[in-house]
Structures are given as C-alpha cells and as structure tokens.
C-alpha cells in the first residue's frame, strides 16, 4: 500500500514504492479515505499475511485508524517504508531508509517482528484516530513551524531540531500575552475514577515510541504504555529547563518548576480548545478520549 504523495514517493525513487516488483503482493495507492478504506476490506477478503505501509507517519496514522474496520481483531503484521518527511515510527522501529517491500516478506518468514501500542484519539462523534505522536497547546504551533522547514526543503531530524528551536525562542523572547506563554485551559478527567481537573498548558506531548528522532528524550524514561510530559503555562525557567527535559531529565526540580511526567497514563478525556496533533496531522478543538491502545505487530529488520 503506497501513498504517491509521501516525500520519497514524490520523488520517483524506486526503492521507497511498492510497484508491483516484489511477486505475490497486491499493489494499491489510495488517495482518498474512501479509498483506503476499500482497498483494506479487499485486503481482508483476501487473507492478506502481510500490509506493507509505503508512506511516513501519517500515512500509517490512516492506515492503522482505517484497518480496524476491515480486519477487526485478526490484523496482520505492519511492514513500514519510510518515505515520509520525519518517520518517526520507521527511526523507533530501527527500519532503514531503503527498506524494500521483498526486506519486509523476509523479515515476516525469519519471525522478526516487534510490538507497539498506538495512541488511541477517540472524538465526540465516535471516530477513533491511531498514531503515535501527540500533542497539543504549543506543540500545534511547533507543528506549524515544522510545515515551514518542509517548505524550505528541510526535514527528518533537522526540521525537528529548527521546530524546537524556532518554539523555544518564540517563547522566551515572547511578550507576557503572547499565545505561546499563555498555553491553553486544559480539562483532564481520570476515565477509571471520574476525577476532574483543569490546568493551563504551555504543552501537552504524548507517545508510546520508546525513541524520538534525533536523540530527543522529552517523555524521560522510555516505558511501556502513554508517556506524557505536561508543562504549566507560563513556562518557567525555559533556558534550563529545555535541556533538561531533552536529554530525559524528569522530576525534582523540573517538576517544582512545572514540567511534569507521567508514565503509562491512564484513559483520560481531554478538553482541548485549540485542538491537537497526531503524527503531522491538526484536528480541531473538542472532547476526546485519550488512550493507549492493542499491540500492533510490525516487521521489524
């Protein structure tokens, strides 16, 4: 399953595209939700043993929010191409850049293959999002600085780096009005015991990959489940702080100063004014219900 518009695939480099030379796989390229949708129900009518996702990470986030409805409980392994702009599933995963759809087959037959959990979005009308990076308050606005690097031809690890960069002098040189250090009201209810809470956030981040790209260690410690880094608006102590949390440092003095960690959080819901971000993609304001969601199996090298 190949998206024509992913990075590489714009392109025309071969190695990243499914086109038919690798014998015994069906070859699709959906360019509406309508159609992935189709072409995963011929999938599954089929008896596929394998998906192979030709695309970057959301790409995937379409795929994996898509497949439930036609596999239900019996999905097949995931085999990733990254032909996106940042692959960030592909880096946790360890899958090179010039994986090939006849790697992922062999990959499969020699048993290779490793589990994630992905971060389940569920909104008021009932549609469950899957991916694997999430965020909200200022890292809306970081997402719309990385779209910028893109523009000017940077991506991967460097527009990572310019997007934190750009956020964190956004902020530091901000007056005290500015959108990035006012953050936004965020109301947080605990799913298992109905408590409620508000906080405002200069950042809300979330994931269940166990490695950023570029060696970032926001979320401190990789663990199982959600992990989750929320800091208080107005961020305090920014030049230190930035560092810190980068390289994985998590609680003492951070948290006294409003950057606080959670591992393997629970199913909570969300009220988030200013919408969120899932793997690239913004979604408008709302309710939603957060969660970490089923293993996935993936195709590992």
């Not at 699709?28 to 192979?52: C, N, Q, S, Y």
């Not at 999905?75 to 360890?94: C, E, Q, R, W, Y």
Request: hydrophobic share 45%; with cysteine.
């Amino acid at each position: 399953m190949s998206n024509p518009r992913s990075r590489r695939n714009q392109q025309g480099n071969p190695v990243h595209r499914c086109a038919g030379a690798t014998p015994g796989m069906l070859v699709t390229e959906p360019t509406t939700k309508e159609a992935l949708t189709e072409a995963l129900a011929d999938f599954a009518a089929r008896g596929v043993e394998l998906v192979v996702v030709d695309g970057g990470d959301g790409t995937v986030r379409d795929v994996l929010s898509a497949a439930p409805a036609a596999f239900g409980a019996a999905m097949p392994p995931i085999a990733v191409i990254p032909s996106g702009k940042t692959n960030a599933l592909a880096l946790d995963l360890g899958i090179p850049w010039d994986w090939s759809a006849s790697d992922a087959q062999a990959a499969l037959a020699a048993g290779r293959l490793e589990t994630r959990q992905p971060v389940e979005i569920t909104g008021e009308n009932g549609t469950t999002l899957r991916g694997f990076l999430f965020g909200a308050s200022a890292f809306v606005r970081a997402t719309d600085l990385a779209q910028r690097t893109h523009d000017i031809g940077a991506f991967g690890g460097v527009a990572v780096g310019l997007s934190v960069l750009g956020a964190v002098l956004q902020t530091m040189f901000a007056g005290a009005g500015n959108a990035w250090r006012a953050g936004e009201r965020v109301r947080i209810t605990d799913m298992a015991d109905a408590t409620t809470r508000e906080h405002d956030l200069y950042l809300l981040l979330g994931s269940t990959l166990r490695r950023l790209p570029i060696g970032l260690k926001p979320l401190g410690r990789p663990g199982e489940g959600l992990n989750i880094l929320a800091v208080e608006a107005p961020p305090r102590l920014l030049p230190l702080a930035v560092p810190a949390i980068l390289a994985g440092r998590e609680g003492g003095w951070l948290a006294r100063a409003g950057y606080h960690h959670r591992h393997d959080a629970p199913h909570s819901r969300l009220t988030l004014p200013g919408g969120f971000v899932l793997d690239g993609e913004s979604y408008a304001g709302g309710v939603y219900e957060v969660r970490a969601g089923e293993p996935i199996t993936f195709v590992t090298p």
